[in-house]
């Protein structure tokens, strides 16, 4: 559309429901790569845990580091938590792709 011209853009052109002539279905490699990122991101949110369970490895105990502790180990579950809900939903979503 031409910015000079007086034209008003069609009800599709504002909602952006335009169709694409080109575009393909999904793919199983289109999934498996999918998968493959997201079992990337769980082992790498696990060595994250990993790194704040090295941090929690301190030589003295008062408050502060009692509180340190604490977040570390914290910090740690969440990783790990997050990790390994990445690699059971990568699983999940290659099972569901060679299952059908």
Not at 15 to 24: D, H
Not at 37 to 61: D, H, K, S, W
Not at 63 to 89: E, H, M, N, P, Q
């Amino acid at each position: 559309m031409n910015p000079d011209s007086n034209q008003q853009p069609t009800q599709a052109q504002l909602a952006g429901s335009v169709e694409i002539g080109y575009e393909s279905p999904p793919t199983r490699h289109n999934r498996n790569g999918a998968a493959a990122v997201l079992v990337a991101g769980g082992l790498g949110l696990i060595f994250l845990g990993g790194c704040f369970l090295i941090g929690a490895m301190t030589g003295e105990y008062n408050d502060a580091s009692i509180r340190f502790l604490a977040i570390c180990y914290g910090l740690t579950v969440i990783c790990a938590i997050g990790g390994l809900s990445l690699i059971v939903l990568a699983v999940r979503m290659l099972i569901r792709t060679y299952g059908s």
